[in-house]
Every structure is written in C-alpha cells, then in structure tokens.
C-alpha cells in the first residue's frame, strides 16, 4: 500500500466514522429497552459505576469525557430512577459517590440485551468470521485512539477515557 491509498483510506475511514456517530444517535431510538425513567446518556453512565463499582461524580464525569455539571444532573436522573444510590464516600464521609442498584443493574443487562439485538439484526447477512474480525479491527483501533488520547498533553484529562 502506498502513502497515497493510505491517505485515501484514512480519509474513507473519517468519513465512515463521521457517518457511524451520525447512525449512532439514529440507532439509539431502535433500542427496545422500554422506559427506563432516565435520558439515554444518562443511562450510559451505569455502565462504568457497574464496570468499577461506586463514583464520584467528578471521577465518572472524568471516565466519561464529560462535564461534571451534566454528570450531575445525569446523576440525579438515574436517583430519581432508582438506577442509582447515593452513599457515603468511605476515603471522605463529606462526599458522596452513585453506586448502581439493582433496578440499575437490570437496566444495564435490558440495555445490553437491545443493543446485542440491534446489532445482531444489523449483521444478520454477514459472516460470523467477518463480524469477529472486524470486531478485533474495532477493538484494536479503540486502543490505537485511547493511547493516542492520553499520550497527547493537549487533551484534557477528563476526556482520556
């Protein structure tokens, strides 16, 4: 490959991906989830408190790349769900961090489940080789973009995730 089909195909890519992030807010609609009392990007925070157990606000908004003010408001949605806890910080008692409940570790496992679907549906013609292929070429570009994000001073931490 010269380092002009490379060029082109690093261009193809970015176009790709432009065009994925775009399908992506689409496809978020078609999760049949159900109403889980919480915006979507809200939800999404359970994930990481379910991954890594209780946060801080400040320490998710710093996994999740996002402001600490939205997370909060995000946080307080998941609350009033009861997706989410509050509870003493046991390094510091004047602070709190979310833990996820019960009701918010069924949330992740329906979530979970509709998005599997969604995707299962998109592949449903190609083959199972080709999706676990391109799932490794995915996997790896994910980290070829996370190391370059925190190699690179000019990120903010928060968004290093």
Same mark, same amino acid.
């Given at each position: 490959?010269?380092?002009?089909?490379?060029?082109?195909?690093?261009?193809?890519?970015?176009?790709?991906?432009?065009?994925?992030?775009?399908?992506?807010?689409?496809?978020?609609?078609?999760?049949?989830?159900?109403?889980?009392?919480?915006?979507?990007?809200?939800?999404?925070?359970?994930?990481?408190?379910?991954?890594?157990?209780?946060?801080?606000?400040?320490?998710?908004?710093?996994?999740?790349?996002?402001?600490?003010?939205?997370?909060?408001?995000?946080?307080?949605?998941?609350?009033? !769900?009861? +997706?989410?806890?509050?509870?003493?910080?046991?390094?510091?008692? *004047? /602070? %709190?961090?979310? #833990?996820?409940?019960? @009701?918010?570790?069924?949330?992740?496992?329906?979530?979970?489940?509709?998005?599997? !679907?969604? +995707?299962?549906?998109?592949?449903?013609?190609?083959?199972?080789? *080709? /999706? %676990?292929?391109? #799932?490794?070429?995915? @996997?790896?570009?994910?980290?070829?973009?996370?190391?370059?994000?925190?190699?690179?001073?000019?990120?903010?931490?928060?968004?290093?995730?």
């Amino acid at each position: 490959m010269t380092k002009s089909d490379a060029g082109d195909a690093t261009g193809r890519l970015a176009d790709e991906i432009a065009r994925f992030a775009g399908l992506g807010a689409r496809a978020k609609g078609m999760l049949n989830a159900g109403d889980l009392g919480a915006e979507f990007s809200a939800l999404m925070l359970l994930f990481p408190m379910q991954h890594l157990g209780p946060m801080r606000v400040t320490d998710l908004a710093e996994v999740k790349g996002a402001d600490p003010s939205t997370v909060s408001r995000q946080a307080a949605q998941l609350v009033k !769900a009861g +997706l989410a806890r509050r509870e003493a910080d046991p390094a510091d008692g *004047r /602070v %709190s961090r979310l #833990a996820v409940t019960e @009701a918010g570790h069924s949330a992740c496992h329906r979530l979970r489940e509709a998005r599997h !679907a969604l +995707l299962s549906e998109a592949l449903s013609g190609w083959p199972a080789e *080709r /999706v %676990s292929a391109f #799932a490794d070429l995915f @996997a790896e570009f994910n980290s070829s973009v996370a190391a370059l994000l925190r190699s690179d001073p000019a990120v903010p931490a928060r968004e290093n995730a």
